[in-house]
């Protein structure tokens, strides 16, 4: 290759190297990131979405694509118009701060709803990681003349199965006409919609917490153990899964096992949804939720959250 041409690969290739690492780089700054010798979680710092949680031990990652990332959703429906969301993706962080190596806190103001224009609402999160357990502690400051009904949070845009060609993944509770008894619902490889074809927009299953106040989420050999932090709750608290873009049968329930159909992301959005009918003019504390990852099968999930709340029996 004549020398002159051999330069100028090579200038080429430095370049395209240089501008590689400077997007990568650029999206990692974006992030303020928790981690200890069990989980590895991150928030983009402009969004306040969480974009990456990792169980360590079991190299499982949990949320894997940034870009499918979701910080929150609320309801705040008008006098005139029920349908005003709040949704997570179209608010800007008013303040993201990492507070120590085990805390970030992430703040969104001034929220701006569907229908209703924007509001004169704040939700500050402090997010905790100690000992494999993570914390998810919010505020909702309601200045707005409106009644906030909902308040999605946490949310995970991306629960991922370890693996999509051979994992299979369930969701534990307690046994709603036993309550010393847990039973399964399997969400991945197939997932059943449990609400029918009308009312939702996608195949939804949603586990009541006033019933079973932990969820486990159960692969083979290891889990994550979600529940509330609480003996008791003030409000009723809903674990919802919806999988996207839908099913490649109704009649077989079988999720797409690629990452994108038709062009659209496959994934399986979660979140815990917390019916809070917060009057206007008031503040509220949320029920705190928490996440461990555990190594074993769904009793050890269970036991755990038994050790971790020992005022809930089930």
């Known amino acids: 290759m004549h020398a002159t041409k051999r330069t100028a690969l090579l200038f080429a290739l430095f370049f395209f190297s240089a501008g590689c690492l400077s997007v990568v780089s650029s999206a990692s700054a974006r992030e303020l990131t928790l981690e200890d010798p069990s989980l590895s979680v991150s928030f983009d710092s402009h969004s306040g979405a969480l974009t990456r949680l990792e169980d360590k031990a079991a190299r499982w990652t949990i949320e894997r694509r940034p870009k499918l990332g ?33 805390e970030i806190r992430l703040q969104w103001r001034n929220l701006v709803s569907d229908s209703g224009g924007t509001l004169p609402m704040m939700l500050t999160s402090d ?13 909702l400051e309601n200045d707005s003349p409106l009644t906030v009904e909902t308040i999605d949070y946490p949310y995970f845009g991306d629960f991922s199965a370890p693996s999509r060609a051979t994992t299979n993944m369930s969701v534990w509770m307690v046994k709603p006409t ?4 847990i039973f399964s619902d399997e969400i991945y490889q197939h997932f059943r919609n449990e609400k029918g074809y009308w009312g939702v927009f996608w195949p939804t299953k949603i586990p009541d917490a006033s019933r079973s106040p932990f969820c486990l989420i159960q692969s083979a050999g290891h889990g994550i153990c979600v529940g509330v932090d609480a003996a008791t709750s003030t409000y009723r608290v809903l674990y919802t899964f919806e999988q996207h873009p839908g099913l490649v049968s109704s009649i077989t329930s079988l999720v797409p096992q690629q990452d994108e159909i038709s062009g659209q992301p496959v994934h399986l959005e979660f979140r815990a949804c917390h019916f809070i009918f917060q009057k206007p003019h008031s503040t509220m504390t949320l029920t705190p939720i928490i996440l461990h990852c555990y190594q074993g099968n769904e009793h050890v999930g269970s036991d755990l959250y038994k050790k971790r709340r020992p005022a809930i029996s089930h």
């Open 127 to 139: 997010i905790t990681l100690t000992n494999g357990e993570l914390r998810f502690n919010a505020t």
């Open 70 to 102: 979701i910080s929150f959703r609320l309801f705040a429906p008008l006098p005139e118009r029920r349908w005003n969301p709040v949704f997570g993706p179209k608010q800007s962080v008013a303040e993201a701060k990492k507070i120590s190596d085990q």
């Open 178 to 181: 036993d309550p010393k008894a």
